[in-house]
């Protein structure tokens, strides 16, 4: 599967470009490594860790460009992956994560984890559009409370009462 930075290299033609990939490609593009992931949900094999990855990789990239437009985040912050805790398919093409969303700041060494959860849902078909609903962040903690390198196992793991971020589409 080709990972997304490959994909953002290689989507420029006659070279190499590191400009992000557009909003629609990116949604086009999960919809597709959802519905790969789905088709070999349950095997528990590495090719079923890898999809997740790659599901996980175009999150994170639609995820900071949906926050670049957002009053409450910093265009000094940049969101480096998401880590998947938990993954559960809802339905046929409807798959939610639970996980965490690690992030930076510009300028210093240090980054953070946030709470994340995405419900992810497409139609069957190759082509088919997703629909997703991301959340981000514990609206009572604020941002940038549970350090990366501290485990964040001890800290609640519920999903917050109200999310700091909420994005649908």
């Known amino acids: 599967m080709q990972s997304m930075r490959a994909f ?20 086009a593009k999960i919809a597709n ?3 790969s992931y789905l088709s070999i949900c349950g095997r ?25 437009k957002s009053d409450k985040w910093s265009s000094y912050h940049w969101v480096d992956a998401i880590s998947p805790a938990s993954t559960e398919i809802i339905s046929t093409g409807e798959l939610n994560i639970q996980g965490l969303m690690i992030w930076g700041d510009r300028g210093h060494t240090q980054e953070w984890w946030e709470p994340f959860s995405a419900t992810l849902r497409v ?9 997703y ?9 604020g941002l940038g409370k549970v350090p990366y ?21």
């Open 8 to 27: 953002c290299l290689c989507a420029c033609e006659g070279g190499i470009s590191t400009k992000p990939p557009e909003k629609d490609e990116l949604e």
């Open 149 to 169: 390198n501290c485990h964040p196992k001890g800290w609640n793991w519920a999903s917050p009462k109200q999310w700091l971020f909420v994005f649908s589409g």
């Open 44 to 68: 528990g094999d590495s090719s079923e860790e890898e999809q997740l990855r790659a599901v996980c990789s175009g999150l994170a990239w639609l995820l900071a460009e949906l926050l670049q």
């Open 33 to 35: 490594d959802v519905r």
């Open 123 to 131: 139609a069957e078909a190759i082509g088919g559009m997703l629909r």
């Open 133 to 141: 609903r991301l959340m981000l962040g514990d609206a009572a903690w």
